[in-house]
């Protein structure tokens, strides 16, 4: 996933780095989740579908992730939102179908609606909106709000995932699933229910929602979070291809 790595500059100077593939119909966007980039085998295998069927697709990494230089301490949603709006503006023309992962499934609301008229659909796999929220304690808020940096164990990797207090901060002020999210075009939510880390009743409070009357979940009864397994992938590349069919 190394190959044709580009640059994209913003205007204070951050780089984000992208592949972008020409092609045809709505350009799929991936949105990877938190602390992920777009060498993860979900994002991989949409690029190479996209290859294999002439669609159009970009990928890229947030500030401080992948490819991209900076901080991940200085990373939070408005600052990614910032990014993914500027890169798809400076490098895609015509309409987008944004794909979410678990954190950039709460990214692709905002960003969609950023878009506007431009979103064509989207794509949630174990969406994760206003996970600061939901996903921690009183005494967790409180830390973060006195400016503390919390380390949770991490069951993918040896070291720990740490969520500094800014992106918590920021998080707060991002708020979707007690609001009207402002997106009416159709998305299809995916979300396994034996998922440890966002429950799959996430994504109904997502489906009540969005704004959208063409809304469908689907769950997986025996899919955890990553929805990584062939079969997931597979249903996955279904949905995107059933969701963009002309």
Same mark, same amino acid.
């Given at each position: 996933?190394?190959?044709?790595?580009?640059?994209?500059? &913003?205007? !204070?100077?951050?780089?984000?780095?992208?592949?972008? %593939?020409?092609?045809?119909?709505?350009? @799929?966007?991936?949105?990877?989740?938190?602390?992920? !980039?777009?060498?993860?085998?979900?994002?991989?295998?949409?690029?190479?579908?996209?290859?294999?069927?002439?669609?159009? $697709?970009?990928?890229?990494?947030?500030?401080? $992730?992948?490819?991209?230089?900076?901080?991940?301490?200085?990373?939070?949603?408005?600052?990614?939102? !910032?990014?993914?709006?500027?890169?798809?503006?400076?490098?895609?023309?015509?309409? /987008?179908?944004?794909?979410?992962?678990?954190?950039?499934?709460? %990214?692709?609301?905002?960003?969609?609606?950023? @878009?506007?008229?431009?979103?064509?659909?989207?794509?949630?796999?174990?969406?994760?909106?206003?996970?600061?929220?939901?996903?921690?304690?009183?005494?967790?808020?409180? +830390?973060? !709000?006195?400016?503390?940096?919390?380390?949770?164990?991490?069951?993918?990797?040896?070291?720990?995932?740490?969520?500094?207090?800014?992106?918590?901060?920021?998080?707060?002020? &991002?708020? =979707? %699933?007690?609001?009207? #999210?402002?997106?009416? $075009?159709? #998305?299809?939510? *995916?979300?396994?229910?034996?998922?440890?880390? #966002?429950?799959?009743?996430?994504?109904?409070? *997502?489906?009540?929602? %969005? =704004?959208?009357?063409?809304? +469908?979940?689907?769950?997986?009864?025996?899919?955890?979070?990553?929805?990584?397994?062939?079969?997931? /992938?597979? *249903?996955? *590349?279904?949905?995107?291809?059933?969701?963009?069919?002309?």
């Amino acid at each position: 996933m190394t190959r044709n790595v580009l640059s994209h500059s &913003l205007s !204070d100077g951050r780089s984000i780095a992208f592949r972008h %593939l020409p092609g045809a119909g709505p350009t @799929l966007v991936f949105l990877p989740g938190y602390m992920s !980039d777009m060498s993860g085998s979900k994002a991989t295998a949409l690029f190479d579908w996209a290859g294999e069927h002439g669609r159009a $697709c970009l990928l890229f990494d947030y500030s401080g $992730c992948g490819a991209s230089p900076g901080d991940f301490a200085d990373g939070t949603l408005s600052r990614w939102r !910032d990014e993914a709006v500027s890169l798809i503006e400076a490098e895609v023309e015509g309409p /987008i179908v944004l794909i979410g992962s678990s954190m950039g499934g709460w %990214l692709m609301l905002l960003i969609g609606e950023a @878009l506007g008229e431009r979103l064509a659909g989207m794509v949630g796999i174990a969406a994760a909106p206003d996970f600061t929220q939901w996903g921690r304690s009183e005494e967790e808020k409180a +830390q973060f !709000d006195a400016g503390e940096t919390i380390y949770d164990p991490n069951p993918y990797g040896a070291e720990p995932t740490p969520m500094h207090a800014g992106f918590y901060r920021d998080g707060q002020s &991002l708020l =979707c %699933l007690d609001r009207d #999210v402002r997106i009416t $075009c159709p #998305v299809h939510l *995916l979300h396994g229910q034996q998922d440890p880390d #966002v429950p799959w009743e996430i994504s109904l409070r *997502l489906a009540e929602a %969005l =704004c959208s009357d063409a809304v +469908q979940v689907t769950l997986v009864k025996d899919g955890d979070h990553r929805l990584s397994r062939p079969q997931d /992938i597979e *249903l996955l *590349l279904r949905i995107v291809s059933s969701l963009t069919k002309a």
